[in-house]
């Protein structure tokens, strides 16, 4: 029995040492079949960006087994900030998210990191609705949507109609309807100004295109061909301080979160919410949506040019990087990643969110009984477009504008001091 069992355990243990031989032959395969796909994704646990990136990431991993996604993700200033870390240490990921501005995209050409998408996308796309955006056929991601309108209006028609109010074609009829607000207890006009960034691209980067007269004066002034002390810029700040002292800007708005803002929008507290187009749609609102009107900002004094402008920037999206690109396992994977996020399916799910206005899939079709309300965003695109304030300004000017912008409201600065301040800040970028 002694011997019987010494010869077992040799047995064992030859076999033993054979599957070791056998799992190092073939490199770990067990291990080794699975490819690491990185990327970095854009959004948090609070917002439906993050949730959505999770939820894609869990059910492209159970659809393909033979992946693990390594991400991370990040919201706002920390996204922008981690990306340029990454880069320069030199942890580009396979997979990001991105676009072809200066904010989201910068640091991505400077790494070199940006090559030509087009060939990776998916055949459901239609590559022709995306915009050369360089001027040299390079498309180095793949937008989530089309244009993202950024300065929009949300109106609660059934609430105007029921004070007896009228959607506003100038300034004092604006002024009327906010006096007509206060006297049914409710307030004029709000946004979620707590998020200091609300305050540049949801607000001022429609009306500095407005009394400047230039849809493109961020960028020449962040060329250095124009001032942020120049009249015309100082001349939009000034707006904010007009709004709140003629009752039609709420100050306490830039105590106000997103939730909470949302939240009072619905509940009928205020009658106007300046959003981002993806604010609006009937995720975050229900019925209400279905009662909404989106229109630009309405007339304000210091206007100049370009009436009813709204702010665009082309939606951005998830990009394959020069690194992903370079290991063909590894491509093939990130491929899937990005079509999974532009299936039918998904598309159809961020029109009714409200995170994309426009669709750029072949011959896409509204299915029926789907939101008006995302009908009625498709009316933005008749209005005259500008740019964006922080696609193209950045770091502390940008941060000591939206923070002066914020002071301004709550009249703790004149329009005329903050302009100097950005120049100030921007000068010593």
Known sequence: ???????????????????????SCNGGKTNASQVTLKVMGYGDNSNAEGQTFKRIVAEFEKANPGVKVDYELLYDEAYHQKAVARLAA??????????????????????????DNTPYFPSNIDASQIPDFFGTGVKPYLPLGGSNYCTVVGVNMELLNKIGG????NYDEWKALAKLCKDNGIICLSTHGADAWVWGSC?????????????KWIEKACKKEVKFTDQGFVNGLAVLSTLVKDGILDPDSVLVDDGTGKSNFLNGKYLMYIDGQWGFGESNYPELSKNLKLIPIPAFPNEVGLPGAIAGAWQVGYGITKQGASNPEVLE???????????????????ADGGISAPILKDFKLPDGMDPCIAEKATLGSFPSCYVID???????????????????????????????????????
């Not at 069992?5 to 031989?21: C, E, F, N, Q, R």
């Not at 991105?98 to 400077?110: L, T, V, Y």
């Not at 009228?166 to 074609?169: A, D, E, G, S, V």
């Not at 980067?205 to 400047?212: D, F, L, N, P």
Request: aromatic share 6%; proline share 2%; hydrophobic share 45%.
């Open 90 to 115: 030199g942890d580009a990921p396979d997979v990001a998210y991105m676009g072809a501005d200066a904010r989201w995209g910068g640091s991505w050409q400077e790494a070199g990191q940006q090559i």
């Open 1 to 23: 029995m002694k011997l019987l069992s010494k010869v077992l355990k040799g047995g064992l243990a030859i076999a033993m040492i054979g599957l070791l031989a056998l799992t």
């Open 333 to 351: 994977y990130a491929k899937k990643f990005v079509a999974a996020y532009n299936s039918n399916e998904e598309v159809i799910q961020r029109l």
């Open 166 to 169: 009228k959607l506003p074609t």
């Open 391 to 429: 696609s193209y300004l950045q770091g502390a000017a940008n941060d000591t504008l939206n923070a002066g912008m914020q002071d301004i409201v709550r009249g703790k600065i004149d329009a005329k001091t903050l302009a100097e301040n950005v120049q100030k800040q921007f000068d010593a970028q």
């Open 203 to 215: 607000v001022m980067s429609a009306i500095i295109a407005r009394t400047t007269g230039d849809a």
